[in-house]
């Protein structure tokens, strides 16, 4: 398998449940990326992770709680969520910081 | 306050005809921009980027146009396929480091046959 692999493609949680996304990268990164898409808005950076070291947090709450165990897997859990947190979560590896994102396919999610 | 807007959201056009998508930043340290092309069901994918130091760069029937006065780059391709068809995505950089990418909202591109 190739490429930036997210499961679940599709989550539908209560504001009271604990779920977990997962992303796989396949590319020999060395950085990965959640991004939070909703409508309308443009990809809102969430959390960056280089070397398996987070670089970059911004300023998102603290029911969103990311992992990074190795330089492959990165998840996202997720606790108490808020309906305005359905959206489309898009895990993304690169070379560094500095070159083009690798997006996976997303998990939609949906928090009712 | 968004710094990278596409201010269309859709454009229809005929196959073999020219597409251009464009888009505007209000940041002027920004030195690097991206393209990203998304098909419904799938993440964006990279098409095409851009240095500041250059105003053309080309893929292609895929060529990316920056006019750094106006603040403005443009994504044209030629000839237009339905495969083109897909949402695009603007993006933009200053200096260096992931939290200094900012997105567009995107672009629908419609190629009909």
């Known amino acids: 398998e190739t490429g930036v692999t997210q499961t679940p493609r599709h989550l539908v949680m209560g504001m009271t449940n604990k779920k977990s996304l997962k992303c796989e990268q396949h590319l020999g990164h060395n950085a990965m990326y959640w991004y939070k898409q909703s409508a309308k808005k443009p990809l809102e950076l969430m959390f960056v992770?280089?070397?398996?070291?987070?670089?970059e947090n911004n300023s998102v709450p603290s029911r969103f709680s990311p992992e990074c165990p190795n330089s492959s897997h990165l998840f996202l859990h997720l606790h108490t969520l808020q309906p305005e947190d359905s959206a489309l979560y898009l895990c993304?590896?690169?070379?560094?910081?500095?070159?083009?994102?690798?997006f996976g396919n997303g998990t939609r999610l949906t928090v009712t | 306050d968004q710094q990278v807007k596409q201010n269309s959201p859709s454009l229809s056009v005929q196959e073999g005809r020219i597409s251009i998508l464009n888009c505007d930043y209000t940041n002027s340290m920004f030195d690097y921009f991206l393209w990203y092309k998304k098909y419904p069901a799938e993440g964006p994918t990279f098409l095409i980027s851009?240095?500041?130091?250059?105003d053309k760069n080309e893929d292609g029937r895929f060529t990316v146009f920056l006019n750094k006065s106006a603040k403005h780059l443009s994504l044209h391709i030629v000839p237009s396929q339905p495969g083109d068809s897909a949402v695009y995505f603007c993006a933009a950089q200053a200096q260096t480091g992931a939290n200094n990418l900012f997105f567009g909202t995107g672009t629908r591109l419609t190629v009909i046959p």
């Open positions: 851009i240095s500041s130091i250059k």
């Open positions: 993304a590896s690169a070379w560094g910081v500095d070159s083009p994102l690798h």
């Open positions: 992770y280089s070397l398996e070291e987070r670089v």
